[in-house]
């Protein structure tokens, strides 16, 4: 099992920046892929950004030029760079992260506890 535990979120005044961070924990894995979803109120979750173990990213047209997603592959770890935040960026942001557990040779989807991001206008 992979264990992911986020921190960063926070309250901040439209225009204001946070970085989120993720850190990926277990034994014997690999991760291929990991991102950041959000879910805002009353609505569903959607992908924020994505990287791969390569370093290849994908945003969400929402975030594009204003968030940036990053990586370290030795600390199993992800961070979020939130620039620019709008009153609409306001949601409970998740981790998530894609691989295998070499140890049982099959694929895990783990999924963070989710932390809060609010944006005041």
């Known amino acids: 099992q992979v264990q992911l535990v986020e921190s960063g979120g926070g309250l901040v005044q439209a225009g204001g920046s946070l970085r989120l961070f993720c850190a990926a924990s277990g034994s014997s894995f690999s991760i291929d892929t990991m991102a950041w979803y959000r879910q805002p109120p009353g609505k569903q979750r959607e992908m924020v950004a994505r990287?791969?173990?390569?370093?290849?990213?994908t945003y969400a047209d929402s975030v594009k030029g204003r968030f940036t997603i990053s990586r370290d592959n030795a600390q199993n770890t992800v961070y979020l760079q939130m620039n620019s935040l709008k009153p609409e960026d306001t949601a409970v942001y998740y981790c998530?992260?894609?691989?295998?557990?070499?140890?049982?040779?099959?694929?895990?989807?783990?999924w963070g506890q989710g932390t809060q991001v609010t944006v005041s206008s």
């Open positions: 990287i791969t173990s390569s370093g290849t990213t």
């Open positions: 998530n992260a894609m691989g295998f557990v070499l140890s049982a040779f099959r694929p895990y989807n783990s």
